[in-house]
Every structure is written in C-alpha cells, then in structure tokens.
C-alpha cells in the first residue's frame, strides 16, 4: 500500500517571536517553570512523579486558601477545569443560578444546561458586580442549588465581592462555585474563610505557567453529594470519582497526566510559595496602580470602578475615534507586545491588559505605556 | 484576613530520575521535542501560532495518512481525545458495537454508555483480535450505527486487522471509529485507505512528545451527521461543532491551547515528515523483531500470535514462580528502566514492554534483555 506524501510538509525549526504576553492570557512563564517544563520525563505511576502529585496538590492548597483534599491540577486547559466543577457539582434537574455579568457566567449557563440544570440567569452590565441584596433576591426566586459566581471575569477586568456569600448560601442550602481563572496567584483568595464548595482555575494567568493544566478544588459538600449520586457522571474524562483516585491514596490509573506539564506546573507553585502569597498580592496591586495612574496621565480610562477593578487584568476604555484592532495589532508588529479586544458587550470598547504572575513588573508597565502613548499619538 | 502558611511547604528543585521508559507509555520525549517545549510562549491567537496550528494539522494528517479537515490535537491526553472521537461520533439511543478484547474496549463502552448509547459489547480474549465473520455477526444482530475497533490495544499488545471492515461498515450504513493510541506514528496506519471515520490517539507513545495533547481526526461521514444533530453535544469542551471553528478558518476562540505542547508536537510530527512512515514503521518492526528474537533466546514467550503482535507493544508471559512485580520494581530501582505489568485478564499474567517512536533503538533492547536476564537469574 503506498504512503502519500501530499501533507508531508517540510518545516523550519520552531522560532516564535519574542513576545511579551500583556493581554487576558497566556502571560510569559516564568524562566524557572519553562526550564522545568522540559525536564526529562518519569511515567505518571513512578513513585517520584506520586511525590511531585502531593506536592503540587499541597502547594495548590497553599495558593487557594483551602484545605480540600480534592485538590488537583485538571488535565486539561482552564476550560476543562470549568467543566469539571459544573459536572461534578451539578446534577440533572437541579436549579442552578449563575451571575452573569461577562463571557464567563455565559459559558457556565451553556455548560449546566448541557448537564440538565435548569439554569436562572442572573444577570448585570457587564464590569460590574453583584451585592448581596441582588444575589438573595434572585436565590429567593429560583432556590438554587448551585450557586456559581465568576471571582475574577476575565473579559471584563471586574471582581466580584464574596463577603457575606456563604451565610446566604447555608440559608439556602446551596452550594457555592466559583471561576478563579484570573485570581489564582494574582488576588486575594481566601477559599475555606470564604465558605467557597468549588473552584477552578488555568494554569496560563497569575501562576505563570503555559497552559495546559486546569486547577479545580471540591469541597467536602460537593464531594458528598458526588458520593450519593445514583448515576454516573455524565463525562468520562472529568469524573471525579474515577480521578480522584489516581490523585488520592489508590493512585488507581485513569488516564495519563501531562508529566510535563506537572513539573512547570510545581515550579509556578514552588515560586508562589516563595514569595508568599501576601507579598504577591501586594505586587499585583501595586503594579496595577503603576498602570492605572499612568493611564489616566494618557487621559485614558478603565471601564471597572476602582473598588472592584482586578490588579490581573484591566479594560481600558478605547478613546473616540480610534481603532481598538488597529492599535493591538501596531503593538504587537512594532513592540512585540500583545493586548486583546474587549469580547460580547466589551467588543470594540475596550482593551484588556494583563499584569499576571511573573509579567506583573514596573518595567512592564513602562514599556506598555510608552508603546500605547506612541501608537496612539500618530 | 490572615493567610495560612499551613500547605508552604519548601520543595527543591525538580530532580528525576534519569528513566528509560520502555513501558506502555509514555516514551521517552526526543530530545529536539523537549527543547522545542521550552520555547518562549506566544499568545494561542497570534499569527505565529495560527501558522504552528496549521503545520500541526497537515502533518498530522500525513501521519495518519488522511485528508480529513477535522485533524486536530484535542487539549488533553489521548483519554479526552478518546471521549471527543465517542461524543462527537455516538448520538443517544444509537446502536454502538464495540470490541472488547482488552482494558481500551471496555473504556470505550462505559464512554458511549455515559451518553445514552445502546452499547453491545463484542467480546474476545485479551491479546486477539476479531475476525470478519465475527464483527459482520454481530452487525447483523445489533445493526449498530457505530463500530468502535481498537486498531493497537495497548493492554495486550494485540493489532485489529482492518481490512475488509469497512466494506461491512458500508453494507450496514456504519462509522467505523478506531483507536490508534499505540500505533499512530510506529504502526502501519492509512486511514483513508482504510476508510476509517474517526481515530484518536495520544503523544505520549509513537509520537515521542510528553503526554497532554490527543489527536482526533473525524472524517466527513462524522461531520455531517454531527451539522445534523437537533441538540448540542452533551461535553462543552470537546464539542467538536466549537472546537472545529478555533482550529477551522473562524479561528472562533474557545479555550486557550496548551501552547507549549503544541510546540512539543509539532516537533514531533517534524521528526515522524523527516524520517519517512514507512522508514519509521520498519525501524519499529526492526526492533521489536530484535527483542522477539532475544526473549525467545531467554526461553521467555510472547503472550499475542506474531501475526498481529505490534511492534510498539510486546506483552511478554511471566514464567511460573516468577513475581511479576518485583522483576519491575528491581529494573525501575537498580536499572532505571521502566516496564509495566498487565491489566485485567492480563494482571500478574505478562509484562508489557514498549519500544516506541524515539524509544525504539537497538541499544535499548541490547540493555533491557541483559537487565532482565540479570534480574530473572537471581
């Protein structure tokens, strides 16, 4: 039987431009996470890949605030994350409330109502937030199950306050998930103290890791109800139960983890423990402000208030007159410098910027403003 | 709030073992995959990485030898790529036959049974494969709307020989779907030819790259009747109908992709364009005829009929008396080499020992015969 050869293309080796990543995500690795990354391999039973499994679990605990034993990096992008705390929290029939104030309270909507959830929209412009009173209102109506709110949205830059969540969600016997994705590493979270049942998260934000891997936590109410389910999860991949024992004591196989990908993943988490959690936090802030007070020396403004605007990731109003693409576009060409649009209500009126992890530093900030002043002033 | 500093722990820095992987995956990554890992990160909507996108899938396609548009790295293992190929292909209520003579069958049939199939199993003994009279018997029984085959079951080290299958597919109005897991790149493969709908496999074997991305290729027949559902595929992250359009001509983002193992892969299918298919199948022949020759030296046997004995996977009988274990563990601890038991029917029953993709080079059998004889004659 002959071999075609129609798709064997000849290529060159790999050599991308050396981009410095300011949009919503992927941001830069860390150097430390790429030289790890490339580390020679181990098979995904080997007792020194079981050893580096507890501690990139702990080391997620750390960066959370939790103590849930089910702790793991998903083996898969933030998205996979995503789905795997919907399908292992939500279960067919169940009324399930979802705020949705940016493009990813939408994808939850579209990811329960696959699972058979009868889905409330709570919904809000989008870089605002929800408060309380607006939260009990719509709880009373729909007496939902699940809750889930997006900590750190990142299509609009806007975080949403958790205070006081929890005490409603006891009041409702209700279950509390949120989307981390843009938080982990760059914000505060304070998981447990916030009474939050599930959360996930991407490996390509604030831990400054390449994307691969989706960090996700269940809490013990999750992981009753998943134990008292009479039905399987409808997802073979994302079951927590069959993952959860390659991940807890049995270390039963289920599929293979990206060795890999694990390694970077512990040398982002080893990074964060160095430094502290608060200590980074306080560098995302201060660093943002960096950016924010020299935006609005540019006479630019953010789309978020201040009082809910995230040090990860800010959207900045695009000035009259002037063409959001063509902007992004000059940056990249000219700086190597990439930005992003704004998505669904936010396309065409914003940029978004990114300071994430490793990437959040003043000579970023510098250079970004520098550029953008140049690029607009043309 | 005051953080916890109860999950810091301090860690050093990443050291592994230096392991020959000659188990049932994953394969030690080629050298050139590993550096081009590393490679500095561009954002998963750059025009350097739309190209890398589409380099990816043209050279996957020569690797599987097939012209289907749908050709894609799934962003997950083999195990995700596995459940899009069933997902994408099976809809509720269909009839799915599948063959179940090893561990990759029955996934297959709790996958399909997840989503409301009427699955039959086939069944045959670990380490066979099916004949035509019994897959065309068994389609006249269940008249099934998909055939799920496993092309290289890496349980048994058992080959599905294909011809013919696809003539009764045609006769029963049937998708052929076949998991090619551990022979896409070491394993002869023409799925054109063949006339194959849908095939998934993973990196982490014949490919050579670490484990985290799962090729999927879904033929015509597959994306017809996928445009014809009346309801949205029942996983939001593999739904191919959404994934199509981020690595279709819409460039429609969906979830950001792992970057770097794209990076990994690419260099991995470059090596496969390199090398040449048929170069790269008869160096898998070469070798695991070499270690064929070797084990029947040591008075070992091969558990599968050399007839459909692949070339990347030997399961090899454990001679009576023999601790199947301990003969693993002592290669792992005093050799660094890594073999596997079995599973299932084939648990204490046989080792599995891979030669695969980089990994299939005359010293290291030279190196793990004389281990094993070391270690047998204690």
Redo the contacts between chains.
Sequence with gaps: ?P?????????RE?D????L?L?P??S??HPRV???????????L?P??IE?MN?VQ??L??AW?T?NQVTIPV??????AM?AAVVNTVQPGDSVLVGCNGYFGE?MV??AS??GANVTRMEAPWGTAFDLETIRANMEACRPQVLGLVHAETSTGARQPLDGVRELCDEFDCLLLIDTVTSLGGV?L?LD?WGVDAAYS?T?KCLSC???LGPLTLGSRVIERLNQRTT???????DMSLVGKYWGSERT?????????N?AL??AL?LI?EE???ARWERHRRNAQLLWDGLAEMGLSCHVDASIRLPSLTTVRVPDGVDPGAVSRTL?SEYNI?I?GG?GELAGKVWRVGLMGFNSRPENVTLLLAALKDVLNR
Excluded: C
Aim: glycine share 8%; proline share 8%; hydrophobic share 30%.
């Design positions: 039987m071999v075609s050869d129609k798709h064997r293309i000849q290529t790999l991308t431009p050396p981009r990543l949009g995500g992927p830069n690795a790429l030289r790890a990354l490339s580390n020679r391999q181990v098979g995904h080997d020194a890949f580096l501690e702990t080391l605990r750390y605030q103590d083996s898969g992008t933030g998205s996979a789905e994808r579209d990811m696959r699972y505060e304070l103290e991407g390509q390449p994307p691969g399987k999860v409808p997802n073979w991949y994302l196989y289920h599929h293979t983890a990206p060795i890999n990908m390694y512990r040398e080893r423990a502290g959690l608060e990249l990439e992003a998505l």
